[in-house]
């Protein structure tokens, strides 16, 4: 049973607008959410976290939102450029049990910038 | 600051077989992760080594075992190779001992068993 989804596995968005990116979770345990991207024949990048005492963390142009009751969270990307194109990953943890369980991804979502 | 740096990148084993993958953690990181990545699939945890102990595992069989050295550099062992391992295995640096806040990730190797 998958505790992470990402239910886009891709998403096309126009250089310049935004892109929306969206992960939904089962485990009510998780408290600590992270962003993570990839490139091919790269190991993932991280992006941008948000612990869940939040709802909201900035980075540049990466905002995450998380909604604990609808135990979803999402990334936008404002405004999408064409290096943003790679394979999105949202993971989560157990931070406050010490994280030793690892983190849990999601599939992923292949998002493509078109020019 | 060095990065986290994997070897083999790629490598090709048989059945029965058994494979040893090494990486390098980032300086001043005490806590290195293992991760499979089966293709289409995301990351699935395999274990967690924090100061030289296992301190974390996945739902993974125990011919999947790992080692944590002084310098903080970590091995994956697997025994009895199945054609399901196939499969990326990707090394992550963190520190804090499993608070798995912003792990840093190597560029993974390739394991091909045939």
């Known amino acids: 049973d998958q505790q992470v989804k990402q239910n886009s596995p891709s998403l096309s968005v126009q250089e310049g607008r935004i892109s929306i990116l969206n992960c939904d979770y089962t485990n009510s345990m998780f408290d600590y959410f992270l962003w993570y991207k990839k490139y091919p024949a790269e190991g993932p990048t991280f992006l941008i976290s948000i612990s869940s005492i939040k709802d909201k963390n900035e980075d540049g142009r990466f905002t995450v939102f998380l909604n604990k009751s609808a135990k979803h969270l999402s990334l936008h990307i404002v405004p999408s450029q064409p290096g943003d194109s790679a394979v999105y990953f949202c993971?989560?943890?157990?931070?406050?049990?010490?994280?030793?369980?690892?983190?849990?991804f999601g599939k992923g979502t292949h998002l493509i910038i078109q020019p | 600051e060095t990065g986290v740096t994997q070897s083999p990148t790629h490598l090709i084993k048989t059945r029965g077989q058994q494979v040893t993958l090494r990486c390098s953690s980032q300086s001043g990181h005490n806590t290195v992760s293992w991760y499979q990545q089966a293709l289409g699939q995301g990351p699935q945890f395999i274990f967690q080594y924090y100061r030289e102990e296992e301190n974390g595992r996945g739902n993974f069989p125990p011919r999947f075992s790992g080692l944590q050295f002084p310098n903080y550099s970590s091995e994956l062992n697997v025994n009895a190779l199945e054609l399901d391992d196939s499969a990326l295995y990707l090394c992550?640096?963190?520190?804090?001992?499993?608070?798995?806040?912003?792990?840093?990730f190597g560029q993974g190797t390739r394991l091909t068993v045939v």
């Open positions: 992550a640096s963190s520190l804090g001992g499993g608070r798995n806040t912003e792990a840093f």
């Open positions: 993971a989560a943890s157990v931070y406050s049990g010490g994280g030793a369980d690892g983190l849990t």
